[in-house]
C-alpha cells in the first residue's frame, strides 16, 4: 500500500499518515503481525513457532523475524496494561484481549483504546519512535562477533 508522505517546510520534517490497519515500521498489517504474536503465545518455543511460521527461512532467521514482532508488541501491550489500569497475568495479546474483550483484529481495537498515548508506545502497535538499542560500553574494544577471516589473511 503506497502512504502519502508530506513534508513541513517550517518544521523541515517529513510525516505521514498511517492508516489504522498496517503496522508501524513493518511491512505487514496488524492483522498478520496480531496472527504471529497469537501463534507465538501458543506454540511450546519461538523455534517450533518460527519453523511453522517461517519453513521459507532457517530456524534461526525465523526466530529473528518472530522476535522483531513479539518483542515490541509484549513491550506496547505492557505499557497499555499499566495505561488502561486492566490487570493481566502477564502482558499477552490473548490475556489482555481476555481481560477487554473485543473481536479481531485485537491491536486495531487496542489502538482505538489508548487514544493520544498512541504516539508514545513503540511500533509496530503505537507511532512512536524505535527503541535504541542498549551498547555495552564495557565491550567497546572487543571485536564484532563473526565468521574467521579466510586463511592466508592475517
Given at each position: 500500500m503506497r502512504i502519502a508522505r508530506f513534508y513541513c517546510r517550517k518544521g523541515h520534517t517529513t510525516f505521514s499518515l498511517l492508516p489504522d490497519c498496517?503496522?508501524?515500521?513493518?511491512?505487514?498489517?496488524?492483522?498478520?503481525?496480531?496472527?504471529v504474536v497469537v501463534a507465538a503465545e501458543a506454540a511450546p518455543s519461538l523455534e517450533?513457532?518460527?519453523?511453522?511460521?517461517?519453513?521459507?527461512?532457517?530456524?534461526?532467521g525465523?526466530?529473528?523475524w518472530l522476535r522483531r514482532?513479539?518483542?515490541?508488541?509484549?513491550?506496547?501491550?505492557?505499557?497499555?496494561t499499566t495505561l488502561l489500569g486492566v490487570l493481566v497475568g502477564q502482558a499477552t495479546l490473548?490475556?489482555?484481549?481476555?481481560?477487554?474483550?473485543?473481536s479481531p483484529p485485537r491491536l486495531?481495537?487496542?489502538?482505538?483504546?489508548?487514544?493520544?498515548?498512541?504516539?508514545?508506545?513503540?511500533?509496530?502497535?503505537g507511532l512512536g519512535p524505535r527503541t535504541?538499542?542498549?551498547r555495552s560500553y564495557r565491550n567497546e574494544?572487543?571485536?564484532?562477533?563473526?565468521?574467521?577471516?579466510?586463511?592466508?589473511?592475517g
Open positions: 498496517l503496522a508501524s515500521r513493518l511491512s505487514s498489517t496488524l492483522a498478520a503481525v496480531e496472527e517450533q513457532a518460527a519453523e511453522e511460521l517461517r519453513p521459507d527461512i532457517e530456524t534461526q525465523g526466530v529473528r514482532r513479539v518483542g515490541p508488541v509484549r513491550t506496547a501491550l505492557l505499557a497499555i490473548i490475556g489482555m484481549m481476555t481481560a477487554l474483550g473485543g486495531v481495537h487496542v489502538r482505538d483504546r489508548v487514544g493520544l498515548q498512541l504516539r508514545s508506545l513503540p511500533p509496530p502497535v535504541a538499542p542498549r574494544l572487543q571485536h564484532k562477533a563473526g565468521a574467521d577471516p579466510p586463511e592466508g589473511r
